[in-house]
């Protein structure tokens, strides 16, 4: 009997991408603490014509459940930039939700130091920039008090929060995502130079809409525009459908650039 191939680290990275031989652009989408790349089902279709979608799965979640997640920002750069290379000899654009937005910061900060090429834009959801960063790091926590937190950031389904074995598995991932989110500036706090488009929500309680208006901190580029959503802290889920077209907008405009 023939055996199954092994994943390849594309196949690890991005389980869902579906190659565009004919791509004019990528779109790399980081999801929010515990998310995974499936929030982001659906997202090919509603896309510009001629835009890739690369939703990026982080170990300890779905199919990568048993590898051990990362805590830390430069280890998992290291791990995830390498296996985008390939896929950058194309225009590209970074998505990151709420922890994905931290994620994606960094990576075009890395990129920028490099020299590498850069991308088109960078669209923040669902955070503060660093710099201003103003929320508990939970992830120090002890088990009952990171619970209790989890349970307030309504992303964590309760039957997963109630059962003792789910639970165990989950946690160590929770911890790493969050150590993520709320990693420090460091060194490599560069000022980018390329477009960066903001989008929050007036409803939600961990991220202020006053915070949002700090991104423009982070780019010397003068196209920065930030948009407000209903819904809560996870307005992907409430407002799916504005959320893709505001997304949807700034590709376009971004790949018709030169």
């Known amino acids: 009997m023939r055996s199954a191939t092994a994943p390849t680290p594309l196949d690890r990275w991005f389980p869902t991408r579906k190659p565009l031989p004919e791509a004019r652009l990528r779109l790399f989408c980081f999801p929010f603490a515990g998310g995974s790349a499936s929030i982001y089902n659906g997202w090919s279709t509603g896309l510009p014509l001629g835009v890739e979608l690369c939703a990026v799965q982080l170990p300890g979640r779905e199919r ?3 590898e051990p997640p990362i805590p830390s920002m430069p280890a998992l750069l290291d791990a995830v930039m390498p296996v985008m290379a390939p896929l950058l000899d194309k225009p590209f654009v970074l998505f990151g939700y709420s922890m994905g937005a931290r994620i994606a910061l960094e990576v075009a900060r890395r990129l920028h130091l490099q020299g590498g090429p850069e991308p088109r834009g ?3 959801a669902a955070a503060p920039p660093p710099a201003a960063n103003d929320r508990e790091p939970i992830h120090q926590l002890d088990n ?3 619970i209790e937190k989890l349970r307030a950031y309504d992303g ?3 039957e997963i929060l109630q059962h003792r074995e789910l639970l165990e598995l989950v946690l160590p991932t929770l911890r790493a995502d969050f150590s993520l989110a709320w990693w420090e500036n460091g060194p490599d706090a560069v000022k980018l130079g390329i477009p960066i488009s903001v989008l929050g929500s ?3 309680k961990h991220v202020a809409v006053s915070l949002l208006e700090r991104w423009r901190d982070e780019t010397n580029s003068p196209d920065v525009r930030v948009r407000h959503f ?3 802290h996870f307005f992907i889920r409430s407002h799916p459908e504005q959320v893709l ?14």
């Open 64 to 66: 990568r459940l048993m």
């Open 122 to 124: 960078f669209i923040a």
């Open 144 to 146: 009952p008090r990171f």
């Open 156 to 158: 964590t389904p309760e």
């Open 202 to 204: 007036t409803g939600d």
């Open 230 to 232: 209903g819904g809560g």
């Open 245 to 258: 077209s505001a997304v949807r907008e700034d590709v376009a405009r971004w790949s018709a650039t030169s």
